[in-house]
């Protein structure tokens, strides 16, 4: 099992970026594939970006798309998350996870972390 945390997260306002950070707690982090999941007030969760374990492979919800990026250093057994160009609608709670699968399924995902809160403001 991998202990996921996230930060980074905060108040922005519309066309700011902000880069989330996910520290993983395992030596095994470089084994698994990665997401992030964000989640808005009265929402489901949803998928936003995908990473594989080597970092060689990536998925973007159309959304995010062009706008953030998801990274790792498997060196530093850390996930990343860089958002540029923030509008109101990506405000959220955002979740890094962990994955042995190689899909965007959230029911895939064995590991949550606790969430980090993004606001963007108009």
């Known amino acids: 099992q991998v202990q996921l945390v996230e930060s980074g997260g905060g108040l922005v306002q519309a066309g700011d970026s902000l880069r989330l950070s996910c520290a993983a707690s395992?030596?095994?982090?470089?084994?698994?594939?990665m997401g992030w999941f964000r989640q808005a007030p009265g929402k489901e969760r949803e998928f936003v970006a995908f990473i594989s374990r080597s970092g060689t492979n990536t998925y973007y919800a159309g959304s995010v798309k062009g706008r953030f990026t998801i990274s790792r250093d498997n060196t530093k057994n850390t996930l990343y998350l860089q958002m540029n160009n923030l509008k109101p609608e990506d405000t959220a709670v955002y979740y890094c996870?962990?994955?042995?699968?190689?899909?965007?399924?959230?029911?895939?995902?064995?590991?949550w972390g606790q969430g980090t809160q993004v606001t963007v403001s108009s």
């Open positions: 395992a030596r095994s982090f470089s084994t698994y594939n």
């Open positions: 996870a962990a994955s042995t699968a190689f899909n965007t399924y959230a029911g895939s995902y064995f590991s």
